[in-house]
């Protein structure tokens, strides 16, 4: 097998994921980019593997590393844009710039977030 194929078709998808990451706006397309490049990372450590010839099958073994992470990685990402949506109704990664919630969502008026006194019942 030449190891020219894989790598060129690792290369486009890797070029794929990069062009998504910066073009896009929606965080779900933005995982959906960074799995690309994952994928492309894992095609490239299994040809290289072969063309290698290598007796421990080091990279595939890296491989079945990154698709556990890459899995963990989309649960996370995931969960942190449903959330993000459930509060703030909008899932576009350029109207997220502040990580506190505006005024109107639970803070006074003038900015600072509502005081809470800790007692015990």
């Known amino acids: ?32 980019s960074v799995e690309l490049m994952l994928a492309a990372v894992s095609l490239n450590l299994v040809a290289f593997d072969v063309w290698l010839r290598d007796t421990l099958h080091s990279g595939q ?21 449903l959330l993000i949506y459930r509060n703030r109704g909008v899932s576009a990664v350029d109207r997220l710039t502040e990580l506190r919630e505006h005024a109107g969502d639970g803070a006074r008026p003038g900015g600072e977030p509502e005081r809470r006194e800790n007692t015990v019942t």
């Open 1 to 32: 097998m030449h190891l020219v194929y894989p790598a060129v078709l690792s290369a486009l998808l890797f070029c794929v994921g990069v062009y998504g990451v910066l073009a896009r706006r929606n965080a779900i397309l933005l995982l959906m």
């Open 61 to 81: 073994v890296f491989t079945l590393f990154l698709i556990a992470l890459s899995a963990a990685e989309i649960g996370i990402g995931l969960a942190i844009v």
